[in-house]
């Protein structure tokens, strides 16, 4: 499983990462520290407050996300696998993007919830690149 530094985890979520820290020293989030003790956290729990974070639309430190060539990195919080298709959805900052793509894609990326990813946009096609 993946794991996120604060700082990590602050950009994907797209805030300061003094927030992300007081949000993790307030107990919103779990943390646990490496063998250096730096502060990180699991990417699923990332991905559950992520779309927590999304639904409340909390603001309290107003976030300044913009997309560059309209990429959206964030992280991997929902897979719904078909037998040919898959449903990918990501939480980039405050935005929750889907992409529909086949399930050869996905498993080719080796896409999991609580991974980074970035979704990129083009016409009305969402197209999703592991970071």
Same mark, same amino acid.
């Given at each position: 499983m993946q794991s996120y530094t604060i700082g990590q985890a602050a950009r994907l979520l797209g805030v300061s990462? =003094?927030? @992300?820290?007081?949000? @993790?020293d307030a107990g919103r989030v779990a943390t646990h520290r490496d =063998?250096?003790?730096r502060r990180l956290i699991d990417g699923r729990d990332l991905a559950a407050f992520s779309v927590e974070l @999304?639904?409340?639309?909390? =603001? !309290?430190e107003e976030a300044s996300y913009t997309s560059a060539r309209n990429a959206f990195p964030g992280i991997v919080t929902a897979i719904k696998l078909g037998d040919v298709a898959a449903q990918v959805e990501i939480q980039a900052g405050p935005h929750r993007l889907v992409s529909l793509l086949t399930r050869e894609a996905v498993e080719e990326l080796g896409l999991e919830v609580g991974m !980074? @990813?970035?979704a990129r946009v083009k016409s009305t096609n969402v197209h999703i690149d592991r970071t």
């Open positions: 990462p =003094d927030t @992300a820290r007081r949000w @993790a =063998d250096t003790g @999304a639904r409340s639309g909390s =603001d !309290e !980074e @990813a970035t």
